[in-house]
DNA sequence: AGTCGTTACGATGCCCGTAAGGATA
DNA sequence: TATCCTTACGGGCATCGTAACGACT
């Protein structure tokens, strides 16, 4: 068994079992990997993948335990060799951070100013997506921390750590009707069409919930994953907005009135989450301290060593959370 | 890197940094090892051992923590062997218990007969030794169940689930004073000498601490770490044995008398342990299972996700064990 | 002086890449 | 028909083992 066979395995998956497109992403020739995973099923004495004919039609159930196994192999080694780094080259290093555009917009940009000047030699590489995508990059290594706030069971292979809540506010024109009023009810709300977050990002959630909790439906009609372009279809009059209250800005947003809404929906949390068990660079710890503050480097290795997102959830039950 | 490099660096470090010794080990050459180990440090850049000239010294900080990480590798290297063999030969296979002689001895013969009884085609090793080699055994991995039932401490890397509680008999000869007594007091005891385990296996926890709060000393002429042995003695009029309860037969020991302890001495609590984050074969959660009826496959994976010891030590705190 | 790790060197064997073959959708 | 995996073959390279060297205890 080597490293490199357990990769190829690893990556096929990723790669929907296509064979020629994992070999194109490693830079490598097809029949290699070919023969590479057929002398690693050969060795175990069983099929890692499904075939028919010429084809891998799927992964073979003593495969996906084979594979998940691999992937906590390859997490480690990527972890060795992160140890490495830290002891010859403390301050250097990459960090990917995957998010959601909202998030780069609005939560991230003073940390990531304040950390590129602490770390000037750490390349800082951003990732945008929906959550799942988020999600898969973390999982997969790709990138070293995923910050969200939706959809936490897809993070089962992550630890995700509870940064901050966050409510949200109902944006709309200056001579909007909505915009007289300073308390604004749900059924007030629900008359006028909504313009929203795509659904896996934050409807789904509380927005709806909100809605729902009322008997009500909401009628959304437009939605985008980034606040930036809900703002825009506001003012183009489409609809009332739903936005994250944190992703209105007084001086580029004077054009239009926000309204709080805390009233209406519940908060949500933004977490960060890093992969179960990889190693995580001194720059990193400081990462994640600069975002939130109260996750101290102890704090954060307290709750690695839980393994468990419940375990965690319970650490953090009596945490004070600040309010964005 | 590469995974025999690993292998390399974990068992030079189990070879006591000789690197000689670990070639003859691992049936290859010396040189060969020197090489591999130089290159993997090369490519890490930064050394894994300490040297003084051309002798292995010590182990850097940094090789400490890549170690560490080798050996969670390598284990899971084994767990993919596993789930292979698993599918392919599933009654087959091996089985290794590392255990005190008293387990062996006396708790687990029955074990043993109900298991190769169901499992005909697994080849079962019992290796003896001392609770730290037990825990070394199975800590390496070259052992996968370890049975014992002092110095938890040892067992950091180790997911030790409870068996059953077993107490003391006091032992001697039919013509000794104490024979006709049917209850013993801990000062009555105290006057007489002692024969009993050596240090570390059962004394420096329950028997000690039994004299200690009667503010006593036991003065133990002669100690060992097996029943036998110690009934041996007994026998010759050395002294008072203090045993395992279990570890008397009636029908051997008929020349023996026992008096039951448990009210001088707390009960002690038998756990068995496998290595964290091992692939378990279906056989051994059987054979779990058999030693102990309420660590069902269900109970030891729920144990087994917890990953921690103290957890553990939670989720069977109302769990009414066995007693022996 | 003996044990031990490093260096040097030669041979084996593995892995990779190109090219051709055959099956599936 | 086009895509895709497998087989075949040849070149390069890494690994391993033997032998000699140098260093520490």
């Known amino acids: 068994m080597k490293l490199q066979q357990l990769r190829y395995i690893s990556e096929v998956v990723n790669n929907h079992l296509n064979v020629s497109a994992t070999a194109e992403n490693l830079y490598t020739s097809q029949p290699g990997i070919s023969k590479q995973v057929r002398m690693l099923e050969d060795e175990l004495g069983i099929q890692i993948f499904g075939r028919s004919g010429k084809h891998l ?14 992937n906590d192999i390859l997490g480690k080694v990527d972890s060795i ?25 609005y939560a991230l940009p003073n940390v990531i100013g304040t950390f590129i000047n602490r770390y000037p030699k750490v390349n800082l590489h951003m990732h945008q997506g929906t959550p799942s995508q988020i999600s898969e990059l973390a999982a997969r290594g790709d990138a070293d921390f995923a910050i969200a706030t939706e959809a936490m069971h897809l993070y089962h292979d992550l630890i995700m750590l509870p940064c901050y809540h966050w409510n949200r506010s109902i944006v709309v024109k200056k001579d909007h009707p909505l915009a007289q009023l300073s308390n604004v009810s749900i ?57 994250a209250s944190m992703s209105i800005d007084p001086k580029i947003d004077d054009d239009l009135v926000a309204i709080d809404a ?28 600069f975002f939130a503050p109260h996750l101290t480097r102890p704090v954060v290795e307290q709750a690695m060593a839980l393994r468990d997102n419940t375990l965690i959830e319970k650490m953090f039950a009596t945490t004070k959370l600040p309010i964005r």
Chains 1, 2 share one sequence.
């Open 57 to 70: 039609t799927h992964v073979t159930p003593a495969g996906e335990q084979v594979i998940n196994i691999a």
């Open 81 to 105: 060799k992160r140890v490495a780094e830290e002891h010859t080259q403390p301050d250097r290093g990459d960090l990917n951070i995957a998010t959601t555009d909202t998030q780069a917009r």
């Open 187 to 243: 059924e007030t709300l629900a008359q006028y069409p909504i313009v929203t977050y795509v659904f896996g990002f934050d409807r789904a959630s509380e927005i709806e919930r909100g809605f729902n909790q009322a008997g009500l439906e909401p009628r959304v009609v437009f939605s985008a994953t980034s606040a930036d372009v809900l703002k825009t279809y506001v003012r183009l009059g489409l609809g009332v907005g739903v936005i």
């Open 262 to 289: 805390s009233h209406l929906f519940a908060y949500s949390t933004t977490k960060i989450g890093f992969r179960k068990g990889s190693f995580l660079r001194g720059y990193m710890y400081d990462f994640i301290e």
